[in-house]
């Protein structure tokens, strides 16, 4: 037979007291007596009680979850925003309901219903690569569910929707110019889809780059991928062609510049001594391979750490209004974080 869970009743009971005590000893209220407050901590312990969170949730009218999604579940950036955003919200009592778009736009508006249907308290969310509209965001703003954006973003959505992202015009800089400065020549870029908006950002850094220490920009250097995954391959054929080789690579992201080192080691070609590779992300796994990849360090964590910040300051700003018999007003707060150079041997 199922072991019967214990309650604050069974500790008002065993106390003596009332249960309004032992629920206002177990939120740690000012107004308990602290040697009340400490039997009942150790009381709570020894009998092994655990707060009901979704007893919590009725009486303050929240669920206590709060929905992250995510582009893919492979790429270990978005691992570690998770982890970040789960430091910051774990302490305040909340668990994350994970669930990732698979970079189609369809799936991320599935993905926002779902989350609306569970009552969540707030949406985390960096939005796939094909992602050009926003009615899915806005459902769930006309729901009072308050969203943050994450890492990627609609530069020309008006909803008023805090954004946290990285200067990816600066990575894209950043990782020209340490080529530039390493003595390379022919400077490729193997860019993400060009309608997306860290991808032009990123580009257009390495185009400043490449003016401001006098080198032209060759169209036949910049060769987009399609779709983040599959054309990597197709992608350094076009430069492998030119009767002029490229000497280095910028990758957009370290997932794609894991790939071309794995081609490049396929067909022989020695990094960096004909081909230097760099990618953009700062990806622990770039430390594994051979040789080690230069990059561009994003800082995730960090960047999941300010969301969930963002986002539970909405969350308690729409309590407050209602509490108070206002209305809520969303601000449109952008956060930009800075990246950093690590060299390793691929350059």
Do not use: W
Not at 150 to 176: E, H, K, M, W
Not at 250 to 262: E, G, Q, T, V
């Amino acid at each position: 037979m199922k072991k019967k869970r214990p309650t604050i009743k069974d500790i008002a009971r065993k106390l003596d007291i009332s249960v309004s005590t032992v629920s206002r000893a177990l939120r740690d209220a000012q107004d308990i007596n602290p040697i009340t407050k400490r039997k009942v901590v150790e009381l709570a312990d020894k009998i092994g009680y655990k707060k009901s969170v979704l007893a919590a949730g009725l009486a303050s009218k929240k669920s206590f979850l709060i929905g992250v999604i995510i582009p893919e579940l492979t790429v270990t950036f978005f691992g570690t925003v998770i982890m970040g955003i789960d430091e910051f919200l774990k302490p305040l009592g909340y668990d994350l309901i994970i669930v990732y778009s698979d970079e189609n736009e369809n799936k991320e508006s599935d993905c926002i219903d779902l989350l609306i249907d569970r009552q969540v308290d707030g949406i985390l969310i960096s939005l796939s690569f094909n992602t050009r509209k926003d009615d899915h965001l806005r459902r769930a703003m006309e729901e009072e569910i308050p969203i943050v954006v994450f890492d990627r973003i609609l530069p020309n959505s008006v909803l008023p929707i805090p954004r946290v992202i990285v200067d990816d015009f600066d990575a894209g800089y950043q990782a020209t110019t340490h080529l530039i400065n390493k003595g390379y020549k022919r400077i490729a870029f193997i860019t993400g889809p060009t309608d997306m908006h860290i991808s032009q950002e990123r580009l257009l850094g390495y185009k400043t780059a490449m003016e401001r220490n006098g080198r032209g920009t060759s169209a036949d250097l910049i060769v987009p991928t399609i779709d983040l995954r599959r054309s990597v391959g197709t992608a350094l054929d076009k430069l492998m062609v030119l009767k002029e080789r490229p000497d280095a690579i910028i990758a957009f992201n370290d997932p794609i510049a894991f790939k071309l080192i794995s081609l490049l080691h396929k067909r022989g070609i020695k990094i960096p001594d004909r081909i230097a590779v760099m990618g953009i992300s700062g990806d622990a796994m770039g430390e594994l391979f051979y040789p080690s990849l230069s990059t561009i360090n994003q800082p995730a964590k960090e960047m999941g750490y300010i969301a969930a910040g963002l986002l539970q300051d909405r969350i308690n700003e729409m309590k407050k209004a209602k509490d108070n018999g206002r209305v809520f007003i969303p601000m449109s707060i952008i956060r930009k974080l800075p990246v950093q150079l690590i060299e390793r041997e691929s350059t």
